[in-house]
């Protein structure tokens, strides 16, 4: 038995974001509790060449998150129809988007197709979205996130020049002898192509079994996450396999696996590698490790829904058209 995914829907392409629109800010998971962060979000934007528009309850908390559900899904709708707004990025990630996935109308972002970024968290709103309306979404740097050089290049390629564009690591040695930063690693060889779908994998994991999780057979799986145990990792790895998701793709792409360590008090535990090469290694497919994105200092701007081919050998991943028109 295998989870239950929407049927795919026609891809719909977000018109490309040009120097002088205005980018709508929103927080759909956790708060920010400084005034800090916004005005970084504020000013990486302005120095990109956008305007920055905040949504009504940017700034509100409910717990630990952003303000109710029903208040960042407002927010949401008040974006995706204001029509000075070109485009949507979350300013931070963390916990709580899942809440807002019945309370959209999918029906209204349909209507007014715009960029949606973000990453983390993000991952359950973008791929909510694309798997309910078809719209290109966008695994891409939040607002606050560090917008060095590549990060920059990378975003303005997919989404501003609308580049079928091929993403490929920086290597970057440091003081150190070799390329100690950016480095891939081949789990199988071999190329494909498939439409590019994935996230942060315990967020991808928490859709399993609900409306909400795209179609991915024959996709090209993107997967990153932070601060979870190994045995966390197995686990959740695991639920994609017994969901019929792993079976079903064409491809696996492995970005930042953060922080994600043996557990206190753990004995015998499989490393990454041992996880990772037990899941990939003998699905038949192409997979790779090491894509920089996630939570990584330099991130590749990821479309969803977009046909993409891995050549795992020379880990790299590259459009086969472009995700905005």
């Keep these: 038995m295998t989870a239950p995914s929407n049927p795919r829907l026609p891809l719909l392409l977000p018109r490309r974001l040009q120097p002088g629109d205005t980018i709508g ?32 309850n940017l700034r509100a908390r409910w717990g630990h998150m952003a303000g109710t559900p029903q208040q960042r899904a407002d927010d949401l709708h008040a974006l995706f129809a204001d029509p000075q707004v070109a485009g949507l990025l979350a300013v931070t990630g963390g916990s709580g988007a899942n809440r807002v996935l019945p309370l959209l109308d999918y029906g209204l972002i349909a209507r007014h197709p715009k960029v ?22 966008f695994h891409s740097p939040l607002a606050r996130s560090e917008w060095n050089a590549f990060t920059v290049a990378q975003f ?24 100690a930063e950016g480095r891939t690693t081949t789990i199988r060889g071999g190329r494909a192509q498939g439409p590019l779908l994935g996230g942060n994998l315990a967020v991808l994991t928490s859709l399993v079994g609900t409306p909400y999780l795209p179609d991915f057979e024959g996709a090209i799986l993107f997967l990153e996450d932070v601060n979870e145990y190994i045995y966390r990792v197995d686990r959740m790895l695991s639920t994609l396999m017994l969901a019929g998701v792993l079976a079903r793709v064409a491809g696996v792409v492995l970005g930042g696996f953060t922080n994600c360590t043996v ?3 753990s004995f015998g535990t499989l490393t990454l590698d041992e996880v990772f090469d037990d899941y990939f290694g003998g699905l038949g497919v192409p997979v790779y490790r090491g894509a920089q994105f996630g939570h990584v200092k ?11 081919e891995i050549d795992a050998d020379a880990g790299t991943l590259r459009l086969l058209q472009p995700a905005v028109s």
Excluded at 37 to 49: D, E, I, K, S, T
Excluded at 156 to 179: I, P, Q
């Design 263 to 265: 557990s206190e008090g």
């Design 25 to 56: 800010l929103f927080n759909p998971s956790g708060a920010i509790h400084e005034r800090a962060p916004y005005a970084q979000a504020h000013a990486a934007l302005q120095a990109l060449g956008f305007r920055t528009l905040e949504a009504p």
């Design 156 to 179: 303005k390629a997919v989404v501003m020049d609308g580049r079928a564009h091929a993403f490929c690591n920086e290597l970057s040695a440091g003081e150190a002898l070799g390329a």
């Design 116 to 137: 949606l970024g973000g990453f983390s968290d993000l991952s359950a709103l973008t791929n909510a979205v694309h798997a309910r309306t078809g719209l290109v979404s």
């Design 298 to 308: 330099r991130k590749f701007t990821l479309p969803l829904g977009v046909p993409a």
